[in-house]
């Protein structure tokens, strides 16, 4: 069969394995590395991949051909945890930051996740829609082809469904595409104030459904933290969405061990994410449920804390990982994938392959796409990311500048000379 575009003589291009599972443990240093390599292209899908001269067969005479010698490639990049679309932006609180508040304190004051949650309720869903697209831009050209979008900054229905409908519309109209999640349980609001189990009778009643109902999110989420929802009320809200056909993710082990992970391991969550302050015995749990353990380095990084989430403890115990940028506008204000993997590397001394592997296939489960994108097997789609770089290594190696060069969505150029 002749493809429409060949990419030829990559210097390297790296391969995820599918072993029919997101890779775990040891299983994460696995991936093959093509050298030489060229990717050929029809109708938007991996025809193949190989090493040397294309086969003849699959050049005709309208087969586009493209150099990249000097560059690498990997699939596509998948962010599978972004706080996306919010309203406003925080930096008026980094004083208190730089002074010392914490989080959780600048929270209980009404700021953090509150203020934005202020921000956002007074934003038209126009200016919410041009907010998000230019953060999406910004991934775009970092080289990041695919992102799992949260909502949870109106908790009341009429902003959280604006936030869903923003990502729904994003996802029809921006090369990169949207998996929407939907998390009003994100922080008490204000009007709720002392009465949480109410606040998520509201959510089970009366928001679940509908948003089941108008498919406006396929993940449910739930911010399980001192001071904001305990691991009781996660595990009676997961369990709702669970019944009512949610895939579930949970945050968990952030700032304080307070049981999310427990209630990850009970309902069989598809992921939990940040783990920064995990225990064996959670890792343990985990490992054994199949919860996959999504990282992002970048918000203990903003948070200016030294507790990065013991990600060797979890390949030695044999679970899945995968990192994502945590964007938002609070705990980690960045766009920039690239960095959460430098950070993968420098602070959780994770390998480069281990972290390719995080962000591609083990990604692409994490947001239930494994079949559709994650690595170069013929019939997926042709989500390539192209960095000007001789070899894997140099991405990590020359931190913290973009060095993605070309993307391509589904067989289109979609940034060039990033
Ligand atoms: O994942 N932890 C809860 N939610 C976000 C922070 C959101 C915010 O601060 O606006 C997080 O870190
Ligand atoms: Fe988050």
């Not at 895939?247 to 061990?257: G, Q, Y």
Request: glycine share 8%.
């Amino acid at each position: 069969m002749t493809a429409d575009k060949v990419l030829v003589h990559f210097n390297q291009l790296f391969c995820p394995i599918d072993p029919g599972h997101p890779l775990r443990g040891a299983e994460m240093k696995e991936g093959q590395i093509l050298t030489d390599a060229y990717i050929a292209i029809k109708d938007g899908k991996i025809l193949e991949v190989g090493s040397g001269e294309p086969r003849a067969d699959l050049i005709g005479k309208d087969t586009e051909l493209c150099s990249y010698k000097g560059k690498v490639a990997t699939p596509g990049l998948i962010d599978c945890h972004t706080h996306l679309v919010y309203g406003g932006s925080r930096e008026h609180e980094f004083a208190k930051k730089l002074a010392g508040v914490s989080y959780l304190d600048i929270l209980a004051q009404g700021g953090g996740i509150l203020s934005t949650v202020r921000a956002t309720r007074e934003a038209s869903f126009d200016t919410l829609y041009q907010k998000s697209k230019r953060l999406l831009d910004y991934m775009l050209r970092h080289g990041v082809t695919t992102v799992e979008a949260k909502s949870g900054y109106g908790l009341d229905w009429e902003t959280e469904k604006r936030q869903l409908e923003v990502v729904a519309q994003l996802d029809k109209d921006h090369s990169i595409d949207l998996i929407s999640t939907f998390m009003a349980a994100h922080a008490i609001p204000p009007e709720y104030k002392g009465r949480s189990q109410e606040y998520l009778d509201e959510i089970v009643e009366k928001m679940l459904p509908l948003v089941k109902e108008e498919e406006l999110a396929e993940f449910c989420d739930i911010f399980c933290e001192k001071g904001v929802f305990t691991a009781d009320e996660s595990r009676y809200l997961l369990s709702k969405a669970k019944e009512m056909g949610f895939k579930l993710r949970i945050h968990a082990d952030e700032i304080e061990s307070i049981g999310g992970v427990d209630v990850a391991a009970e309902l069989e969550t598809v992921s939990a994410e940040h783990l920064m302050v995990a225990t064996d015995e959670g890792i343990e749990k985990m490992s054994q449920a199949h919860v996959i353990g999504n990282l992002l380095p970048a918000t203990t990084f903003s948070l200016m804390e030294d507790t990065y989430a013991p990600a060797l403890k979890m390949l030695d115990k044999g679970m899945a990982i995968t990192l994502s940028t945590d964007s938002n506008p609070g705990s980690c204000p960045t766009a920039n994938l690239q960095f959460v993997m430098q950070l993968g590397c420098f602070m959780l001394r994770l390998t480069p392959i281990e972290i390719l592997n995080a962000v591609t296939i083990n990604a692409a489960y994490s947001v239930a796409r494994e079949k559709t994108i994650g690595n170069f097997d013929s019939g997926k789609q042709a989500d390539i990311t192209i960095f000007d770089a001789e070899n894997l290594d140099y991405p990590f190696y020359f931190f913290a500048t973009n060095l993605v060069s070309q993307v391509y969505k589904n067989g289109q150029l979609v940034v060039e000379n990033g």
